[in-house]
């Protein structure tokens, strides 16, 4: 039962963050996309409030998963053991050099968006970077 409800938890992690994952993605790409055309409309304004929603349920749906580990010291030891504190350390990295990267290649290469859009891309990119290797590294590990 145990194995069983540590999967369960863990399931529900995951979709937790893929649900943050997508509202990122969505919210963060109209705001760089408004930011870069120019553009305003009431669907974009939509799509905005839509990635908002996912985002806010995804922190919902995550800490609801983070209250059931605290209350269980099993779970806790079993979801935050040292295998997954290195996922966690590898996606900081990951996002930390997908920073690096975006920006260099927008000042240096592509010298087509300003400065605040040059940031905005690079921390889009490496909230997605980061996020998207974490699911990366948690679905690999269960296979």
Do not use: P
């Not at 999967?7 to 509202?23: F, M, P, S, T």
């Not at 983070?66 to 990295?93: H, I, P, S, W």
């Amino acid at each position: 039962m145990d194995a069983q409800k540590i999967e369960k938890l863990d399931r529900q992690r995951y979709n937790a963050w893929l649900v943050q994952l997508i509202g990122t993605a969505l919210w963060g790409g109209v705001v760089i996309y408004e930011k870069i055309t120019g553009g305003d409309s009431t669907a974009l304004d939509i799509a905005m409030a839509a990635g908002l929603a996912f985002f806010l349920a995804g922190t919902v749906l995550k800490k609801i998963v983070q209250t059931k580990m605290r209350n269980d010291g099993k779970m806790n030891r079993a979801l935050n053991n040292e295998l997954y504190k290195l996922y966690n350390y590898k996606t900081y990295v990951w996002g930390f050099y997908a920073a690096m990267v975006s920006m260099i290649v927008l000042t240096f290469v592509v010298r087509l968006v300003n400065a605040e859009s040059v940031c905005l891309i690079s921390i889009f990119v490496s909230a997605i970077t980061a996020v998207t290797a974490r699911l990366v590294y948690y679905r690999n590990s269960h296979e």
